[in-house]
């Protein structure tokens, strides 16, 4: 029995594990997740926002990782869920803007973080939304592009050759 009282004590006054590896991590940059060398983030835009200034933004912020310093890297959008407003697409040659809110079907694009300098897209972004009666269209996207409800969006960034 006296060492039950023994063993109640010392573990009811004991951090769990997980509770000091987490402390242990507190103002400092985690690892990102990696999936066959690929970095994967998600996040998600809010309503309202511009959606491709966020998307740099976010991708932006692996250049402040220590475990990137030195290295350029390009992302893709692998994926996007969620509603934009009044999209402009460039279809055959000609910028369509459409009014309303629309389900996003996909949303491609790739980007550059180069070691020094700017986060940007390398190419515009390529947007397919329905309409109702489900009616798709599809093309770069021309100017700004906003959320109309929370925008869910998956990006893979990978290592590239700083030689490009």
């Known amino acids: 029995m006296e060492a ?4 109640n004590t010392s573990e009811e006054q004991r951090e769990p594990e997980w509770v000091l590896a987490l402390e ?5 940059v985690p690892q990102p997740p990696r999936h066959n060398g690929m970095i994967v983030q998600y996040f998600t835009i809010s309503a309202g926002e511009e959606i491709k200034g966020k998307i740099l933004s976010y991708a932006g ?3 402040n990782c220590p475990l990137f310093e030195g290295i350029s ?10 509603q934009i407003s009044r999209p402009t697409i460039n279809i055959q040659g000609s910028d369509t803007s459409f009014e309303g809110s629309y ?3 996909k949303l491609l694009g790739i980007y550059s973080i180069p070691n ?8 515009n972004l390529v947007l397919t939304f329905s309409v109702v009666g489900g009616v798709v269209y599809g ?5 700004e592009l906003i959320a109309h409800s929370p925008i869910q969006v998956v990006l893979g960034s990978y290592v590239c050759d700083n030689t490009e």
């Open 4 to 7: 039950d009282t023994h063993t």
């Open 24 to 28: 242990a991590l507190k103002g400092k």
């Open 61 to 63: 912020e692996l250049k």
């Open 73 to 82: 890297l390009r992302g893709n959008i692998l994926t996007a869920t969620g």
């Open 103 to 105: 389900e996003v079907i």
């Open 116 to 123: 020094e300098g700017v986060v940007e897209f390398i190419d």
């Open 139 to 143: 093309g770069p996207v021309m100017g």
